[in-house]
């Protein structure tokens, strides 16, 4: 990677009020012409002018730490030479084609292929779809049409789309009041959230509790569900509260599906890409999933997403069987083709890991004067810290992350929320954030928790 490719020196950097009399006039055009339904603007109320690896300028010259990557889409920084110029190589030659293959085609499926996980390497179709939930939509019809059933065991905490039948896999049922397709054919079973596991077990058994009771789905034909098509999990849930399940959750649910030739659909969206220090969640359990969703960083920026399976699962697929006309853009595959090749090639996972555990450890030594901080979880640069009104009640305090986030934004760092009841931070900058960003990131961030704690 270039030398030169760095943030702005100064991030973080607030000179105005926010939003500033700029960015404030652009959001009036936008208030007046856009839907009021957008969420991320009154998370971050400014105009963007422009990005560079871990920071963002606004349009009054402000400048912010980025540990939001667009939800885990720049992973590898805003405006990374890489990928700009693959993208502008790309652009030069071909914008759209529809299937007909171009070199960044062929080129991005190789390059996929040789950093799959298990048995899916060489082994393996790749079918391009165009969002994330496009991508969980297309794998669950495939491991309907394989099976021949209907019925699709997801998590409680599962995020998995908000459009299409995908939407009944997504497991708050507040993006559901406004769908025009019901749940049906899908049934959820908890996630091993081991911080805020439902049923009374003995600590350690949370995953065994789980795929047993998966285990009885299967079995039992008078559990309720029909016969089941396929099993839908994140390796590490995302919008759930950033939860990395034990170590033997997804062996083991790999287990119980292959002995029941039930499709492992395992959801890297958000997950995959670098984000937990492998280029797919999954290595870290030794797992090979039937079925891979992949979307978000894998376009650097652009929409794209695929699902790349077990070959024998496409000897009878009909043609057509998932159409979409911007499927497998050649400049978002030209990008992916360069960020998978420089994830593989350079020392990124590697610091990854390593500078993820110190952030890790330093929200955790946060934790240890703090009252208001129940746990700290993650791998790699996949940092939740989910936060309560005390550690006795555990009872999650939603407005503290609030408060928490809107103190951050307003000191030059954006840190979204997510978690079953909105009260987890997560830490998602871009894997090429600069060690000092890190640094300035945290000290915010523990005297931002002070002064929110000294309110509650």
């Not at 400048?63 to 890489?82: E, Q, T």
């Not at 708050?172 to 908890?190: K, Q």
């Not at 091993?192 to 009771?213: A, H, I, N, Q």
Request: proline share 6%; aromatic share 8%; glycine share 10%.
């Amino acid at each position: 990677m270039p030398a030169t490719f760095s943030s702005y020196p100064d991030a973080p950097s607030v000179k105005t009020e926010l939003p500033g009399p700029r960015s404030k006039e652009i959001l009036d055009v936008q208030n007046e012409l856009e839907t009021l339904s957008r969420t991320y603007t009154s998370f971050f109320p400014v105009a963007i002018a422009e990005g560079r690896n871990s920071s963002i300028r606004d349009m009054d010259g402000n400048v912010f730490v980025d540990w939001f990557a667009g939800v885990c889409v720049i992973n590898l920084g805003h405006a990374n030479p890489l990928v700009v110029n693959a993208m502008r190589g790309q652009l030069e030659a071909i914008s759209h084609i529809n299937e007909m293959p171009v070199p960044a085609r062929t080129s991005f499926l190789k390059t996929l292929n040789s950093t799959l996980p298990g048995d899916l390497r060489n082994n393996s179709r790749t079918m391009f779809t165009v969002t994330g939930a496009d991508a969980c939509e297309a794998a669950v019809s495939l491991a309907r049409h394989v099976t021949g059933r209907r019925t699709i065991v997801a998590f409680g905490g599962a995020y998995h789309g908000v459009h299409g039948g995908i939407i009944g896999a997504t497991a708050n049922r507040h993006y559901r009041e406004y769908a025009s397709l019901p749940s049906y054919g899908v049934h959820h079973l908890p996630y091993p959230y081991t911080y805020r596991f439902p049923y009374s077990v003995r600590e350690g058994d949370e995953s065994k509790s789980v795929v047993d009771t998966l285990e009885y789905l299967i079995r039992d034909t008078s559990s309720g569900p029909d016969s089941i098509a396929g099993v839908l999990v994140e390796p590490v849930q995302g919008e759930g509260g950033y939860i990395v399940p034990p170590p033997d959750f997804l062996p083991m649910l790999r287990e119980v599906t292959e002995k029941h030739s039930i499709p492992l659909i395992v959801d890297e969206v958000q997950s995959g890409v670098g984000r937990t220090g492998r280029i797919w969640a999954s290595e870290h359990s030794s797992i090979t999933p039937d079925i891979m969703c992949i979307s978000k960083a894998i376009g650097g920026g652009i929409p794209n997403s695929m699902i790349t399976y077990r070959r024998e699962y496409d000897e009878d697929l009909p043609p057509g069987f998932h159409l979409g006309t911007y499927r497998g853009n050649p400049i978002a595959l030209a990008a992916g083709d360069a960020i998978l090749k420089h994830l593989k090639e350079s020392n990124t996972l590697s610091r990854v890991s390593k500078v993820g555990a110190r952030v890790k450890a330093h929200f955790e030594e946060i934790a240890s004067g703090s009252r208001s901080i129940g746990e700290v979880r993650g791998l790699g640069f996949m940092i939740g810290v989910e936060l309560v009104e005390d550690r006795k009640s555990r009872a999650p305090s939603q407005s503290a992350a609030r408060s928490l986030r809107d103190r951050l934004f307003r000191k030059g760092v954006l840190m979204h929320t997510c978690g079953h009841y909105g009260n987890v931070m997560r830490f998602m900058a871009p894997l090429t954030i600069e060690d000092e960003l890190v640094g300035r990131g945290l000290e915010i961030f523990d005297s931002s928790l002070r002064e929110v704690e000294s309110e509650m």
